[in-house]
């Protein structure tokens, strides 16, 4: 039974996946196709490494990460940025609820700003 429910959970995942790449440019396509699911943080991280800082900050503009603070500075270097993406795509996967065990998907709504934002990474993901 825990099998299948991991083939379903996968199943998701790659359409979840699928969803962001038919709505991303071109340029951010590559990054979103990068991201392995199944592989580590610091596999992933290493994944992300390859595209440059121009690609990197589409893509997270893509995911509704803010590149700058409120004076305009720019507030991340590569490292940071490839990791913050990353929670950015595992924000968009399906999880279960620590309370009652619902499980529940954020759909990726570039355009629309979420409600809540999470206080731990300050990034917009609860609608």
């Given at each position: 039974m825990a099998k299948n429910s991991q083939e379903n959970d996968s199943e998701k995942v790659k359409v979840i996946i699928g969803k962001m790449v038919?709505?991303?440019?071109?340029?951010?396509?590559p990054v979103i196709s990068a991201f392995d699911f199944t592989q580590s943080r610091s596999a992933n991280i290493k994944r992300l490494?390859?595209?440059n800082v121009?690609?990197?900050e589409k893509?997270?503009?893509f995911l509704g990460i803010p590149l700058a603070d409120k004076d305009n500075f720019k507030i991340f270097t590569k490292p940071t940025l490839m990791d913050r993406i990353y929670l950015g795509f595992k924000a968009m996967m399906p999880a279960r609820c620590g309370e009652c065990?619902?499980?529940y998907v954020i759909?990726?709504?570039?355009?629309?700003?979420?409600?809540?934002?999470?206080?731990?990474?300050l990034f917009s993901r609860f609608s």
């Open positions: 038919q709505k991303a440019d071109l340029t951010v396509r490494d390859q595209f121009l690609i990197l893509c997270a503009e065990s619902e499980e759909d990726h709504e570039p355009n629309i700003a979420p409600f809540f934002s999470c206080l731990f990474s």
